[in-house]
């Protein structure tokens, strides 16, 4: 994707998973990517591979968040994409065995880290009225699921913040969305999957999408073709989606 050639972008959670697949697809693309992660080993070994600038952050932390967007922007020049894509899964116990630290952990994580990256992002594209916001969300965010209930309340927390985004920034000509992958074949599955909790977990790993998928994705909702999206949340569950984004024909 031509389009995306010298763009600067931010990946949150970028230190495996679905974060790593689309800094590897972005900087394919011609991106300048920067990598946010509290993992430093493995983004600054992403970084290396890819060209990209590691940033080690914790999105909980909106003072850190903050400072890792101006020094990647201070290096790359003003932000073009942001993905939040940072997101845990733990604690996964029923709402009755949940211990609060690790429940408030969540949230701090999945709700409080797209706030904090929206809240960094959004004064610089709204005066330059252009950019790309993409929250990555979840058929959690919609559905309830035992166990799940931090991971299920901050997901629904984060796409209406996205929602919210888009109606006080899409006017402006800012590029708000979000991406519901579906099941995709990463750790967080095996945890998932480990736990024994819900449904889910009964998933065969075969039922599960590679994480290069939700990526591509990713790469296609910044581009030109997905103006028809912005505002709203697609799911990859969606063969119209695939199609439009490349992944079958």
């Known amino acids: 994707m031509s389009g995306m050639n010298g763009k600067a972008v931010i990946i949150t959670g970028a230190s ?17 990517v920067a ?3 509290r993992n430093r080993a493995a983004i600054s070994a992403l970084a290396a591979e890819i060209g990209g600038m590691a940033l080690t952050c914790d999105v909980a932390d909106a003072g850190a968040v903050s400072a890792a967007f101006a020094e990647a922007e201070a290096s790359y020049g003003p932000l073009d994409v942001l993905i939040n894509n940072a997101g845990v899964i733990d604690p996964i116990a029923r709402i009755s065995d ?10 701090d ?21 252009s950019g790309t916001i993409i929250t990555v969300s979840s058929g959690a965010a919609h559905n309830p699921l035992e166990g799940w209930s931090a991971y299920c309340a901050a997901k629904a927390g984060a ?23 579906g099941t995709v074949a990463t750790e967080m599955q095996v945890k998932i999957r480990a736990s024994g909790i819900n449904p889910v977990s009964q998933l ?16 296609w909702m910044c581009s030109a073709d997905a103006d028809e999206f912005v505002g709203h949340e697609v799911a990859l569950r969606e063969e119209r989606i695939r199609k439009r984004a490349g992944l079958i024909a």
Do not use: C, Q, Y
């Open 16 to 32: 495996r998973g679905i974060g790593a697949e689309a800094a590897r697809l972005f900087a394919a693309a011609g991106a300048r």
């Open 35 to 37: 990598l946010l992660a």
């Open 98 to 107: 949940a211990d609060p630290e690790a429940w408030g952990r969540a949230i």
């Open 109 to 129: 994580i999945n709700l409080k880290g797209v706030f904090h990256g929206l809240r960094a992002a959004l004064p610089g594209m709204i005066a330059r009225r």
């Open 159 to 181: 796409a209406m913040l996205t929602r919210v985004a888009h109606l006080e920034a899409g006017a402006a000509g800012v590029r708000v969305m979000g991406l519901s992958p």
């Open 204 to 219: 065969l790993p075969t039922a599960h999408i590679p994480a290069d998928w939700p990526a591509k994705a990713l790469l």
